[in-house]
């Protein structure tokens, strides 16, 4: 964890070395069901909430900070907001472990396609990405 400390904010080449070929570790937003991250755990997968973090009631960008901070992408139903602050970072080419964008699904619905997404790719795929879980169903 230090390591992605040290270096997010450096180059784009030093951070994707990080991210080659590892799984995706998950940071869900605070509207996101905290039991998902337990199922997902349970699943094999590296997640935490917002809850466990202890970073509810946090503004947008801290929490995408946070969760770029950990290596963590952050999957969040709060589309507007997270579309408008992935342009604010590319307009200042900052980093961030990317951000998976969906609309609020059934429980069930959401489980399914976030496993889909996390077998089909590693975390150097969606480094400074924006995700749409829509397109995983």
């Not at 996101?32 to 349970?42: N, Q, Y």
């Not at 970073?55 to 770029?68: E, G, P």
């Amino acid at each position: 964890m230090a390591r992605i400390n040290r270096i997010c904010y450096t180059s784009w080449k030093t951070l994707k070395k990080v991210f080659v070929a590892q799984k995706i570790k998950l940071y869900l937003d605070e509207d996101v069901d905290p039991l998902l991250a337990k199922v997902i755990r349970d699943r094999g997968y590296d997640v935490l909430s917002t809850h466990e973090a202890k970073m509810h009631n946090s503004d947008d960008y801290k929490q995408l900070d946070f969760a770029t901070s950990q290596g963590r992408a952050i999957l969040t139903y709060n589309i507007r907001d997270f579309h408008r602050i992935a342009k604010d970072y590319a307009k200042i080419n900052k980093i961030h472990a990317g951000i998976i964008l969906s609309s609020q699904l059934p429980f069930k619905e959401l489980l399914k396609r976030i496993l889909s997404l996390l077998s089909k790719h590693n975390a150097e795929d969606i480094l400074n990405h924006v995700v749409w879980l829509e397109d995983f169903k």
